[in-house]
């Protein structure tokens, strides 16, 4: 009797041994699933951000390149309508008059220049998170076979 309390002992100790052994598996597939999830989620994100990130980047592109030609048109039209205002007096260009026109076509087409730049910024900062590299795992994990009986 003595000899098969002590195997019952030996055998529930076994027992909750391998019932530990198995939460511990089960937390530790748990926390893999989730990583596995987090990983997936952030993949799609990126492709996400590349793809608004190139929606944006082309209506921008045309505000970079034609700002500059603004500015330079209106550089060389100034002295015109300089000379005109001179002979003529005030004139009304857009519903402003010219002397307020004068004065804040050069603000708006450099706050125009800076916005496209600070969007394209953003843009190439959104373009280089879409472009990290996926997390590599390179941890070495051992599966053992948990028999049932």
């Known amino acids: 009797m003595e000899q098969r309390t002590t195997q019952l002992t030996a055998a529930n100790k076994q027992l909750k041994q391998e019932i530990n ?24 994100l990126g492709t996400l951000v590349s793809g608004v990130a190139h929606e944006i980047n082309n209506p921008i ?25 001179r002979k003529n007096g ?22 125009i220049t800076e916005g496209a730049k600070r969007v394209s910024t953003i843009v190439t900062d959104l373009k280089e998170f879409a472009r990290q590299s996926a997390p590599e795992f390179t941890d070495k994990v051992e599966i053992k076979l948990i028999s049932t009986r």
């Open 61 to 85: 592109s045309f505000i970079t390149l034609n700002g500059p030609t603004l500015q330079k048109v209106w550089q060389d039209v100034t002295p015109v309508l300089d000379e005109h205002h």
């Open 90 to 111: 005030d004139f009304y260009i857009a519903n402003m008059d010219y002397d307020d026109l004068r004065e804040r076509i050069p603000v708006l087409l450099s706050d």
């Open 21 to 44: 052994d198995r939460k511990r598996a089960e937390q530790e597939a748990r926390l893999q699933q989730e990583q596995l999830f987090q990983a997936s989620k952030m993949a799609s």
